[in-house]
């Protein structure tokens, strides 16, 4: 127990002395009284003539004094009593403080609530500094704290108003909304590659380029024509809000066939983007289709043609396509023969062959490589999608065991090949170095 008296006890102090000096004037009023009592019972007694009918009245005054005399008496031990207990307070007070005095980290540790505060210029600098640094950040609290509730009220007015706007506003922005979201669905499959958006993929998976090419068509035109269709039934029903079941049926149909045609060309645009020139290829490979084989009807295809031979570069010599207009081959190591088989079809026998494992032959032995006019007169634009160093590297690697497709002809005791219309770019790098291609053997024509 601790009273504080001397420590900060003010208030107690001054009540127990204030009471202390009410008691001491109350036993002095007391004996002022007392004294007055004896004063009047003395002087009546000595009255003359004897104190006669005020017997009874001095009786009374006498009875009174005694009464006086006890409340003094009681008072003057009450006042003892609250002097001793003053005395003891005073003394057990001091006591404790200078225990506290002399334990007073341990004191404090003990009792955390009895350490008064430091005051704050009697403070280390540390400690000024972290009180501060506690103050500024607990104010940048409650300002992050005010911040963040201006903005979410500011945010909620601002969404608040925006669906006020929208309810306003409903069907011009989603009339809006469907439109652009048309307008961007048929730039997407314009931009990604048209109606062979897809061919890329497809190939890439298995297809040929003619089917690839077909497949794509029909997908992309599907987008174009559903999302078109699919945009005018849904701007129809915002403005009309048609309850009809065919229609909403019609509706529901075009827009599941929209979406899903337009996901499929958002993948087929995607894997372009991760594949440059693939459509190009695709392309290419679409014109070097292998030509049907040629009636007996054609021209003559005579090494002696007066059409002159060319070159493509310094390595690589072409001839000119007597059949195709603007069109070239690219000269092998049987070309004579290569003629002899192009103006002698009903001379050839053709079979499958049964041996679908890779071999390796000579890249000059490939005959029938075609070329584009625009591609003689500049090669650039035969290199447009990669240059020419690449395929050379890659002609040089073995095409990374990548077999083309040819037919192999045997004639009179000679065997050579007909290129079958996809990868010229490798052929023609291949010969240009001078060396060997991995191939696969689809077909063999035997001269009877």
Request: proline share 4%; charged share 25%.
């Amino acid at each position: 127990m601790h009273i504080e008296i001397n420590n900060g006890g003010l208030a107690a102090a001054a009540s127990i002395n204030d009471f202390q000096d009410y008691l001491t004037d109350f036993i002095s009023r007391s004996e002022d009284i007392l004294s007055s009592f004896k004063t009047v019972q003395n002087t009546t007694y000595n009255l003359n003539g004897g104190v006669g009918s005020l017997r009874e009245a001095v009786e009374n005054i006498g009875q009174r004094i005694t009464e006086e005399r006890e409340r003094i008496n009681h008072a003057k031990e009450t006042l003892k009593k609250t002097v001793e207990f003053t005395i003891n307070t005073v003394n057990t007070d001091k006591h404790v403080a200078e225990i506290v005095n002399q334990n007073k980290e341990e004191f404090y540790k003990t009792n955390p609530w009895l350490k008064p505060p430091v005051p704050e210029e009697e403070k280390s600098w540390g400690e000024r500094a972290w009180n501060s640094f506690k103050e500024g950040m607990k104010e940048l609290g409650e300002n992050i704290k005010e911040g963040f509730i201006a903005v979410r009220d500011t945010l909620k007015k601002g969404w608040d108003k925006l669906v006020e706007f929208y309810e306003e506003h409903k069907k011009i922005i989603q009339t809006v909304l469907i439109v652009v979201g048309a307008i961007a669905a048929i730039v997407a499959v314009v931009s990604g590659g048209g109606l062979l958006v897809l061919a890329p993929l497809l190939t890439a998976i298995g297809f040929s380029a003619p089917v690839a090419a077909a497949i794509s068509g029909v997908v992309a035109v599907t987008a174009i024509v559903s999302t078109v269709a699919s945009s005018t039934l849904n701007v129809v029903d915002v403005w009309f809000e048609i309850d009809n079941t065919l229609f909403n049926r019609i509706q529901t149909a075009l827009n599941i066939t929209a979406g899903i045609s337009n996901a499929l060309v958002s993948i087929g645009a995607l894997y372009n983007s991760f594949h440059p020139g693939a459509i190009d290829q695709v392309k290419e490979q679409l014109a070097n289709q292998p030509v049907d084989k040629i009636s007996a009807t054609q021209p003559d295809f005579m090494v002696n043609d007066k059409v002159p031979d060319a070159k493509f570069n310094d390595s690589v010599d072409i001839i000119k396509d007597p059949i195709k207009n603007d069109e070239f081959y690219v000269k092998g190591n049987y070309s004579d023969d290569f003629v002899d088989y192009w103006n002698n079809l009903e001379d050839y026998t053709t079979m499958p062959s049964n041996n679908n494992s890779v071999q390796w032959i000579d890249a000059g032995d490939v005959e029938g490589v075609y070329l584009h006019g625009n591609e003689v007169r500049d090669p650039s634009v035969f290199y447009k999608t990669r240059p020419a160093a690449d395929y050379t590297k890659y002609a040089s690697n073995g095409l990374n065991n990548n077999p083309l497709e040819v037919t192999k002809i045997i004639k009179d005791g000679k065997e050579f090949y007909l290129f079958a219309g996809e990868g010229r770019h490798r052929l023609i790098a291949a010969k240009e170095i001078g060396v060997k291609v991995p191939v696969i053997i689809r077909d063999i024509v035997i001269k009877k």
